[in-house]
């Protein structure tokens, strides 16, 4: 089954404890990305990546990392995680082109 | 000016009711588009792409004019199930290195 997946769904930690949160594609997608969805603000990219070794800023980079060492996975690194970037979490993968974006189940951070 | 506008929310309706949902995009070089849906708390999901001539699946219809840098979405025959966030999305193509622009979304509740 064509999917992204997201760990972990849920977490719940403290201020200044590094974090990762992995994510997977399986569809064999260039494109892959990390958004973070907060009431009253939509979707907003915070990382994105057009290929292996290739990732850019989104609209909200700063406080979080990403890498792509291989095409199925994007891994989002809070390095020192504050309360601001308590939030849902989604990660999402498409093809070249027009293809459409497949979405991961989302990840719910809670830093206290 | 925000680069994907929505109209604003939420939509309160009947069901059997028509509603349409307008989308505005600044990026004249934008090259693809799409609608998607997202029920609470949960991943947004492919609704339609949009294309130049106009498409429909079902109760729903897409349409896009190119000139005046406009999309809308067309719910005709409401039913309960209905009911989400939906968010207008536009590719701004290999010149915006392929991102994928998200509106903020607009809410439809459709009631008994």
């Known amino acids: 089954e064509a999917q992204v997946t997201q760990n972990p769904r849920y977490l719940i930690t403290v201020t200044g404890k590094k974090l990762t949160v992995t994510c997977s594609q399986n569809?064999?997608?260039?494109?892959m990305s990390w958004y973070r969805q907060d009431p009253g603000l939509g979707l907003r990219q915070i990382y994105y990546s057009m290929n292996v070794e290739v990732t850019d800023k989104g609209d909200v980079p700063e406080g979080y990392k990403v890498s792509r060492k291989e095409k199925r996975n994007f891994p989002l690194i809070l390095e020192s995680p504050s309360p601001n970037q308590t939030s849902l979490y989604f990660c999402?993968?498409?093809?070249?082109?027009?293809?459409?974006?497949?979405f991961g189940d989302g990840t719910r951070l809670s830093i206290l | 000016r925000k680069e994907v506008e929505q109209d604003p929310g939420p939509f309160n309706v009947p069901e059997g009711a028509t509603v349409a949902f307008n989308c505005t995009y600044s990026?004249?070089?934008?090259?693809?588009f799409f609608w998607y849906r997202q029920d609470c708390r949960k991943e947004p999901k492919l609704l339609m792409s949009?294309?130049?001539?106009?498409n429909e699946d079902g109760r729903f219809t897409a349409q896009l004019n190119r000139a005046s840098q406009y999309i809308s979405l067309l719910i005709r025959d409401s039913k309960l199930s209905d009911s989400a966030t939906y968010l207008c999305v536009v590719n701004e193509g290999i010149w915006g290195g392929g991102k994928l622009i998200f509106g903020q979304g607009t809410e439809l509740s459709v009631k008994p």
């Open positions: 990026n004249s070089a934008s090259q693809s």
């Open positions: 949009v294309y130049s001539s106009g």
């Open positions: 999402a993968s498409r093809g070249q082109g027009d293809q459409p974006q497949h």
């Open positions: 569809m064999n997608h260039e494109y």
